[in-house]
């Protein structure tokens, strides 16, 4: 049911959107009017909305996602090769921001109304407010050509790779990774670290954490077994939310590394109008939010037995 | 090689930007890695279908033409075109055939022979309505391609005309019969067999890994020769700060879009060298002519031949080239480029001249009575829109300074700033009132009868999207193109340019330069003003100045002597 609605959505906005497949070439004299139209006839362009929706509903139908314009191969193949890369974008940067957020949330609360807090709330601030392309084009020139550590852009390096043994290609994944998965993880990290810290906060007024100063334990100790516990649970929600933001700002972040997954393949194909690759972008996307929403859903049931037993 | 039949040929400007004292000697041992950055991946490796840049390099060190354009960029008769597919040629007696005899020695890739049958075939596919091919509209002189024996292809024309020549030997990229036979030319583009394209040059294509990288390695037992460097690689970052920072940073070599801005950090950096060198693009601001609303009715406002006039007084174009471009781009003359020996650099313009543009205006009783600074006449005001594709950061810079200095004629212009394929949408429908367009020309000055000509407005397929028509451009360029005698056709030219500067259809506003940035290792050939990679197999990198890449790779070994009996042109 989602799927066809995003698809019929999808569908109608990209063909609303000026420009076709063909347009891209207007300054090269030499692909003429007469030969952009010999192009939409042979792809079907040319014939009615309503008959190109038909006949895109019917291929889709049949798990079919069409063929895409810009790569010349069927959409299936264009994302299976770049979803791959974007779960691992994402799920480095799902778990390091998590982790990371979780972690400076609790140096916040132990150390709370001190300079170290003001200041790691600031940033959080800072970072959760700052777009995505810049930090990441800032990101970019700092650590690969301010302070060259990490290299420019890809999944690997694409003039040595081939050439390394399997050790070195383990390697220069991860080199390549580490950029994009760390700018993805500090910007995520940040709106976790500010939930997080509220959520915390929130909890440190209640009685079972009275009872356990009373106790003798040391904040510390507290922090970690009693209030992080349980102030986990909105974070948890938030996992299902973060999957689409996560899932937005690779877009922009794989554009700026030239990380070849989902964010710049749909990029790429709404600006050559590869109609059927856009929608069958935004296709795998809301499917990869639903499933991710699930997960958080069985995560939250799981954590909390007060749901599972409602 | 048969005499040449035309009376008089001429030469294009010199365009060959030589690098210096880096063309020397080659090395005693070839090899090294080349790493192009660029933000675009090809969009076919298929010669005949083929319309980016990107995809022209590879399929143009990849296959061969049957001869090369000559440095000069001669495209009248066979003059100072070289050798290469074909060994030799001969002219028909009524020059209205040329035979070309393949080499003997060239081989496909795949280690087939390069045949006639295979330069008959490639006509019938560039020429055939089916695959679509971009260049076929320029192939329409040649009337058949015909296979006298296995080594010669016969090319048959419907008239002599200048270019006939260039039209066989330079717009087809010959491609294998026997490696296509049997896919109909309908299902060419998105087939397998484009993707792994298998031609007969100097390189061989080795992966194309979409939206990441192409490679090509040396082809070492070309008939032409090995090429010095060992593989090319295109290493694709679809983002173009990125692309460059791939190139700064030392990931790359080459980076072949540079804008002033990068120049600094280029200077700074003592492992980089730029070359610049006069391109074939010139860009302008254009006026519709017609209504937007009503085609068959005048432009409500540039209709006027006067009035365009004014406007384009109004604009300073030095000031906006030197503010933009700083030193990597002169005025734009008209509707061609310095590149070509036909263009006079001294070509009148109509000046910069602010007050003069207001009289006029005044006389043509475009006033401002209701002292809002701007314009009207019979209450229509002076306010019209300029489109400009934000992907382009000099064009929407010159729209802006367009804007300040129309403001200060009195006109008020909205920059219309839109992603390229709306910008390409609007101007193909001609729904714009000025649109900051681009050329990217030929070779030869015939293609601004296409921009430019009454043709180009009538047909359904014409390019002439500010619908700019004249009777005497468009027979001065017919003149001027048939024309055989230099100094006649050079007079021809500049009557066709005088007429449509005059008329100003566009405000004809810069001819950007050509800036590449490569490393300081890289021993160079040198770059054409159309085609800098043209001489691509004959660059070097020295042993002692090699690094790790240059040694990887499966073409990194020495290449392997050809056979004594295959020999060079």
Not at chain 2, 230 to 258: C, H, K, M, Q
Not at chain 2, 436 to 453: F, K, V
């Amino acid at each position: 049911m989602i799927v066809a609605f995003v698809a019929t959505i999808s569908f109608v906005l990209i063909h609303l959107a000026p420009g076709d497949p063909f347009s891209a070439a207007l300054e090269n004299p030499n692909v003429t009017e007469e030969l952009r139209d010999d192009l939409r006839r042979q792809y079907g362009l040319d014939r009615p909305l309503t008959e190109q929706f038909g006949r895109y509903a019917a291929q889709l139908a049949h798990a079919d996602l069409g063929w895409s314009f810009s790569h010349e191969r069927p959409v299936r193949a264009v994302l299976a090769s770049a979803l791959p890369n974007t779960l691992l974008l994402m799920g480095v940067a799902l778990f390091g921001s998590f982790a990371l957020g979780i972690l400076v949330a609790l140096v916040q609360v132990a150390r709370r109304g001190s300079v170290i807090d003001r200041l790691l709330d600031g940033l959080s601030l800072v970072l959760s407010s700052m777009p995505d392309f810049w930090f990441a084009i800032l990101a970019l020139l700092a650590f690969t050509y301010w302070l060259p550590i990490f290299p420019v852009g890809g999944a690997v390096d694409a003039v040595m790779h081939d050439s390394m043994g399997f050790g070195g290609r383990v390697v220069d994944r991860l080199r390549h990774l580490a950029l994009p998965a760390f700018t993805l993880t500090i910007l995520a990290a940040a709106g976790v670290a500010r939930f997080q810290r509220a959520a915390l906060i929130d909890v440190l007024p209640a009685d079972y954490i009275r009872t356990a100063r009373l106790k003798g334990l040391t904040e510390g100790a507290i922090l970690r077994r009693h209030a992080l516990r349980n102030a986990l649970l909105p974070i948890i929600s938030l996992i299902g939310l973060a999957f689409p933001a996560l899932l937005t700002g690779a877009v922009f972040i794989e554009k700026v590394f030239a990380w070849p997954g989902m964010g710049l393949t749909l990029v790429s194909a709404i600006g050559s109008r590869d109609y059927p690759l856009v929608i069958g972008s935004v296709i795998v996307g809301s499917i990869m939010v639903t499933v991710g929403s699930l997960i958080a859903d069985l995560l939250y049931a799981y954590a909390d037995p007060r749901i599972r037993g409602a | 090689m048969a005499p040449l039949r035309f009376i008089s040929l001429f030469v294009l400007a010199g365009v060959v930007a030589c690098t210096g004292t880096e063309s020397a000697s080659p090395p005693k041992n070839a090899g090294g890695t080349l790493v192009i950055s660029t933000p675009g991946d090809p969009d076919v490796l298929i010669p005949a279908l083929m319309s980016s840049i990107q995809a022209g390099q590879i399929t143009e060190l990849v296959y061969d033409h049957l001869a090369d354009i000559g440095d000069s960029l001669t495209i009248v008769g066979d003059r100072g075109f070289r050798p290469a597919l074909a060994d030799q040629w001969s002219w028909g007696a009524d020059s209205l055939s040329i035979a070309f005899h393949i080499h003997p020695n060239a081989r496909w890739h795949d280690g087939n022979p390069v045949r006639a049958n295979d330069v008959k075939f490639t006509h019938a596919a560039y020429t055939d309505s089916a695959l679509g091919s971009p260049a076929r509209a320029l192939l329409g002189n040649i009337d058949s391609v015909t296979v006298r024996d296995s080594s010669t292809a016969v090319f048959w024309y419907a008239k002599r005309s200048a270019q006939q020549f260039y039209d066989a030997a330079y717009t087809m990229l010959i491609m294998p019969e026997h490696v296509w036979k049997g896919t109909p030319f309908s299902e060419w583009r998105p087939s397998e067999i484009g993707k792994k394209p298998v031609g007969s040059g100097r390189f061989r294509f080795q992966r194309w890994t979409p939206k990441t990288a192409v490679e090509i390695v040396a082809d070492t037992g070309n008939y032409r020769g090995a090429p010095k460097l060992s593989r090319v690689i295109w290493s694709i970052s679809p983002d173009f700060n990125t692309a460059v920072t791939r190139f700064l940073s030392g990931e790359a070599d080459i980076f072949e879009a540079l804008r002033p801005e990068h120049m600094a950090e280029v200077a700074k950096n003592p492992a980089l060298r730029v070359a610049t060198f006069t391109s074939v693009d010139y860009l302008f601001a254009a006026f519709n002519l017609r209504d937007q609303t009503n085609k068959a009715r005048p432009h409500p406002i540039f209709g006027s031949r006067d009035l365009r006039r004014a406007l384009t007084m109004a604009v300073d174009r030095a000031a906006i080239v030197k503010s933009v471009y700083d030193t990597l781009a002169k005025p734009a003359l008209g509707p061609m480029v310095r590149a070509f020996a036909t263009t006079d650099g001294a070509q009148a313009q109509i000046p910069f001249d602010l007050a003069g543009a207001q009289a006029k205006l005044d006389s043509l009783g475009w006033r401002d009575g209701n002292g809002d600074g701007i314009r009207e006449r019979n209450g229509r005001p002076l306010r019209f829109s300029l489109l400009v594709p934000g992907s382009s950061k000099a064009r929407v810079q010159m729209a802006v300074l367009i804007q300040e200095q129309l403001r200060q004629a009195g006109a008020r212009v909205e920059v219309e700033q839109v992603e390229f394929p709306t910008y390409a949408e609007r101007t193909r429908k001609r729904t714009f009132d000025m649109v900051m367009g681009g050329w990217h020309t030929q070779a030869s000055p015939g293609g601004a009868r296409q921009s430019w000509g009454t043709a180009g407005v009538r047909a359904a397929s014409g390019s002439n999207y500010p619908s700019y028509e004249s009777a005497a451009f468009d027979a001065s360029m017919d003149s001027a193109l048939m024309e055989l005698d230099f100094a006649k056709k050079k007079a021809l030219f500049a009557r066709a340019y005088d007429t449509i500067i005059q008329d100003a259809p566009a405000i004809w506003l810069a001819e950007p330069k050509a800036a590449i940035g490569y490393h300081k290792r890289l021993r160079t050939a040198p770059m054409r003003a159309d085609a800098w990679w043209s001489h691509l197999a004959d660059w070097w990198i020295p042993e002692n100045e090699r690094i790790p890449r240059d040694n990887a790779g499966p073409a990194a070994a020495v290449p392997a002597a050809r056979p004594d009996s295959q020999k060079t042109p």
